[in-house]
């Protein structure tokens, strides 16, 4: 994981982080004028087995291997929902 990484919670099956990628996502998201916020999850407490995953809300609304990928999802929410940048 990263240097920068800081616990923020877990449950039985998973541990749940943030970072300063995170908090980019989250700024990225905020350009828009979304609320969301980003984690990374780390299934069965195993750091090569992790997620980027995205709320809102306090649900869920999207999950990525991939950190990138999460960029592309927000500028689709954005767009579905007639955003403008800010």
């Known amino acids: 994981m990263f240097d ?3 616990k923020v919670g877990e449950n039985d099956q998973c541990l749940f982080y ?4 995170t908090k980019g996502v989250e700024d990225w998201a905020v350009s828009w004028g979304l609320v969301i916020k980003c ?3 780390v299934q ?3 750091p090569e087995d992790k997620d980027y995953i ?3 809300n306090g649900e869920v609304i999207y999950s990525d291997k991939k ?3 999460l960029g592309v999802h927000i500028d689709m929410i954005a767009l579905s929902r007639g955003k403008k940048k800010i």
Do not use: P, Q, R, Y
């Open 44 to 46: 069965n407490k195993d």
């Open 18 to 21: 943030v970072n300063s990628w």
């Open 54 to 56: 995205l709320m809102e």
């Open 67 to 69: 950190i990138e990928g």
């Open 4 to 6: 920068d990484d800081i």
């Open 39 to 41: 984690l990374i999850s």
